[in-house]
């Protein structure tokens, strides 16, 4: 007996090697490699970052509180040196709110200066006010947003960049940023969806690569909007269905430096969004941001499952990976098959003390899936690809309790 389970939904997904190659070296950069679920530093533990190994990227650019005496404070004109309270605080616990959700890491790039002594969202002349250890620390953050991007995209083809601050508005709504202005939203739908705005917007390759085939006024307002995501688990959201556009006396952030130069307005597979967090219900208290961080983590979830992998999950793919990387994670020793290489018949060996039953799934060397069954008895334990042409396959093998990923070889 048999049963489907996601049945031909990886299509789209050319990337299993990737992911593989990329789990089995790790993120890269200058002779060093980035563990996911570590934590790494800049110089004097300005900028922290956590590596990861799921497509969601996130960074806080004034949520720290950080003066050292050795940075003087910055002096410019029209400058703003009033931090984001709380975001800091807010950004660890919504990395370890996505850690739960997903049961993997998502990539986390934090300031802990005060925008006193640098702002991580400006050019480095208005951030660092000309001062070289403020602008090294500049040079720091963004270059751990870009390595992060570059992991994503190696591992996933696509992802999705937040970047956290918060307002002090008046009204009482996250203010989410895609570069697009306040007067274009308040257009009707058809405008909005001009080239022109499309793009000027951080998620351009979301509007032309979405598993909907929604459009850009779909994606900013829509049922199925980010915002709207949002007002369904009670935090209000501009723009969402519900909130579609700012009014015109009221202020609006529509997305700064980062969102601007780590979406995917001007290329790359990695989208950008800005939330402006409100106070009251949101980052006050240490429960409000509990909470925050939790919503955070499932709209996440559900955003990237509605719109950019049709697979079960983000966390499904980051099993193949971990499971495959991590020792601690590897349940490798579950289910043996052989004989490998194989002209035809395959079978399977347990070592688990009781069966479960369990899905084996057969992708190519592209990550295509060729076959997708499951296992429901322990007497049945054998299965054949003679049909299949030679060459080298992955074979995820997954139950409730474990989940494993080998390379067979047919010939
Ligand atoms: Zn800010």
Redesign the pocket.
Known sequence: MSRSFNSGIYHRYAVLQLFLLSLIFGTQTFGQTYIPGDTYFGDENYIEYKAGNLPIIISA??GGGLEPSTIPDRNCTGCVYVK?AF?EELIRNMYDAIVDVFDCYPHVIINRLHRKKLDA?RDIDEAADGNPIAENAWEEFQNFIELAKDSVEASYGKGLYIDL??HGHDIQRLELGYRITKSALQEDDEMINMPANVNLASIKNLVVDNLMGLNLADLLRGQYSFGQMYEQKNYPAVPSFNDPYPENPDPYFRGGYNTERHGSRNDGAIDAIQI?CNREGVRNTNAERQAFAEATAMVLKDYLETHYFSISSPATICDLISSTNNESRSTNNFVNVFPNPTSGNMSFLYTADHFNPFQVVIYNELGIEIRNFWFDSEDVNTFNIESLPAGVYHLLVRSSHFVNVQRIIKY
């Open positions: 650019a004034h984001d975001t969202n601050h918060g402006e």
